[in-house]
């Protein structure tokens, strides 16, 4: 089966970091765009971040920029978002997704999405 798992949510203060983890099986990551949207509550699906072996070059939301990092690991077939200086507006639910082309898809409608991961909880206090 393909499976997308993400981990690594919880409760921080804002100014901490947490690290994401999506761990994937059943299929190749490097095939795909691999990255996070995330959601909150009473706000549209954002994405956040992506990773493609393809385009050869990681995505960053503007919001994000200069503070979270997307990498990868291969041997584990694992993808990471690392959230430093978070803020309470990055709270949000957390979805890992794949797509098999590119990351366009991430910064826009998200009907292209080939698979989801369910999502893990960030909750930045103030």
């Known amino acids: 089966d393909v499976q997308l798992q993400a981990s690594g949510g919880g409760l921080v203060q804002a100014g901490g970091s947490l690290r994401l983890s999506c761990m994937t099986s059943g299929f190749t990551p490097d095939d795909y765009a691999i990255g996070w949207f995330r959601q909150a509550p009473g706000k549209e699906r954002e994405g956040v971040s992506c990773?493609?072996?393809?385009?050869?070059?990681?995505y960053l939301a503007n919001s994000v920029l200069g503070r979270f990092a997307i990498s990868s690991d291969d041997a584990k077939n694992t993808v990471y978002l690392q959230m430093d200086s978070l803020k309470p507006e990055d709270t949000a639910v957390y979805y890992c997704?794949?797509?098999?082309?590119?990351?366009?898809?991430?910064?826009?409608?998200?009907?292209?999405?080939?698979?989801w991961g369910k999502g893990t909880q960030v909750t930045v206090s103030s």
């Open positions: 990773i493609s072996r393809s385009e050869g070059r990681p």
């Open positions: 997704a794949a797509e098999r082309s590119s990351c366009h898809v991430f910064f826009g409608p998200a009907n292209a999405i080939d698979y």
